[in-house]
């Protein structure tokens, strides 16, 4: 009988809180047609991934039991450095995906610091797409992995930038290039004055954004669903976007916050705390060395 060799993968068998993340051994994934396999450097952590553990994502995004969790990815496929966005299993020693999901990692970071970028950089990417040169532009939530990108992205457009973060973020905010930083837990959101661009990363009501606004400006949202004059944004898993953002990163135009390393037995403990609102920027996960 052919020797089954076996990993280590974080993978939940139900629903519910975070003691349902186990680390179970399994198989190392055999690669279908088109796909390649990833020894795993890091994962990273997205708050998302709570709802989807919980649940709550259950109607929205269905998953088969067990379903092995991680989305972004940072790793090798036969020694060249990768990163991507997978459907999941990036929790674990190995994944494997289609190959045209992966593009080449920035080579002027360490790549387990790369994982941070794939589902975090393309929402803000998409988030901030369409702002320009001289726009007044509020990030709300800029404390947060997405809101790191946005902040950026959009200095990089041209756009005056007003970001709210607490004092445990107001720092690094400020070195991604904010304008202005308000303290939402201080001050009022309107402090801003009026702004042409809300980017909502925050789940707070829509109606609360809209009175910021100069006459014709506009609300974009990746997270409260916003009146037919806003924009929802919901992240597209986009390669050649992704490449773009590699590119940034290795033109010194965009920088990979890593605000803290845990190792795949720690997952459980990353959503309690993120649920708990006590993880800010991004945290990669790390899997022990493969064996
Ligand atoms: N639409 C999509 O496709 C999509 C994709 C991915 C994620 N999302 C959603 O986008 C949101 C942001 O994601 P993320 O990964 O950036 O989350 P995150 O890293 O968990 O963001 C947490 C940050 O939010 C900030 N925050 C919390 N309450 C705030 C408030 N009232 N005002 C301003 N900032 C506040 C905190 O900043 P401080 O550290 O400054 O306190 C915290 O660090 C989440 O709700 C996520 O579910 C949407």
């Known amino acids: 009988m052919p020797s089954v060799h076996l990993m280590q993968s974080a993978r939940i068998h139900r629903h519910g809180d975070p003691s349902v993340i186990r680390v179970d051994d399994v198989p190392v994934p055999v690669p279908g047609s088109g796909e390649v396999l990833i020894r795993v450097e890091a994962n990273s952590f997205n708050p998302t991934e709570t709802a989807l553990r919980s649940g709550f994502l259950a109607e929205l995004f269905p998953v088969e039991l067990p379903y092995a ?103 690094a905010v400020r070195g991604y290039g904010a304008d202005e930083i308000i303290d939402y837990r201080t001050t009022p959101l309107d402090a801003a004055g009026p702004v042409d661009v809300v980017i909502n990363l925050v789940p707070v009501a829509s109606e ?55 190792p795949l037995t720690g997952l459980a403990e990353v959503h309690r705390a993120s649920e708990a609102g006590l993880v800010h920027g991004k945290v990669v996960i790390r899997p022990a060395s493969p064996r």
């Open 208 to 262: 609360t954004l809209f009175p910021l606004l100069d006459k014709g400006g506009r609300v974009i949202s990746a997270t409260t669903p916003v009146p037919a004059d806003g924009r929802h944004v919901l992240a597209r898993n986009d390669p050649a976007q992704l490449a773009e953002l590699v590119r940034l990163v290795d033109q010194g135009v965009l920088r990979v916050g890593v605000t803290g390393s845990h």
């Open 69 to 171: 969790l991680g989305w972004d990815v940072a790793g090798t496929v036969d020694g060249d450095p990768v990163i991507g966005w997978l459907d999941g299993g990036a929790a674990s020693e190995f994944a494997v995906a289609p190959a045209d999901r992966l593009v080449a990692a920035p080579t002027t970071i360490p790549l387990a610091e790369a994982a941070a970028l794939p589902l975090a950089g393309l929402t803000a990417w998409q988030t901030v797409e369409d702002i320009t040169a001289g726009e007044r532009v509020l990030v709300n939530g800029a404390g947060g992995g997405i809101g790191g990108f946005a902040v950026q992205l959009a200095k990089h457009a041209g756009a005056h930038v007003i970001a709210t973060a607490s004092a445990r973020s107001a720092e």
